[in-house]
Nanobody, 112 residues
Framework: EVHLVESGGGLVQPGGSLTLSCAAS????????LSWVRQAPGKGLEWVAN????????NYGDSVKGRFTISRDNAKNTLYLEMKSLKTEDTAMYYC?????RGQGTQVTVSS
């Protein structure tokens, strides 16, 4: 059974930084593409970024390109999302995903 647990969210001021983590189990972590998605209050899911199995290929949504960095540690079965230059519009619940599976999410709030 796929199990994904996100952490690292919190309250941060505009311009600040946060790094999210996603601990994974229940599948062979090093063989899969993983993604981060987010959902702002009252809005649908927005794809943020993905990363291939060995971490050599990453892709980003236009709204986060140049500010966010997705990475993974296959030895630790952990996915990361480093977020810099945060904006109020980055406020959302952030989820790591494997196909249709996702964790419970971690809340990121960007506010002064």
């Amino acid at each position: 059974e796929v199990h994904l647990v996100e952490s690292g969210g919190g309250l941060v001021q505009p311009g600040g930084s946060l790094t999210l983590s996603c601990a994974a189990s229940g599948f062979i972590f090093s063989t899969v593409v993983l993604s981060w998605v987010r959902q702002a209050p009252g809005k649908g899911l927005e794809w943020v970024a993905n990363i291939n199995s060995d971490g050599g290929i990453t892709n980003y949504g236009d709204s986060v390109k140049g500010r966010f960095t997705i990475s993974r540690d296959n030895a630790k079965n952990t996915l990361y999302l480093e977020m810099k230059s945060l904006k109020t519009e980055d406020t959302a619940m952030y989820y790591c995903t494997l196909g249709a599976s996702r964790g419970q999410g971690t809340q990121v709030t960007v506010s002064s």
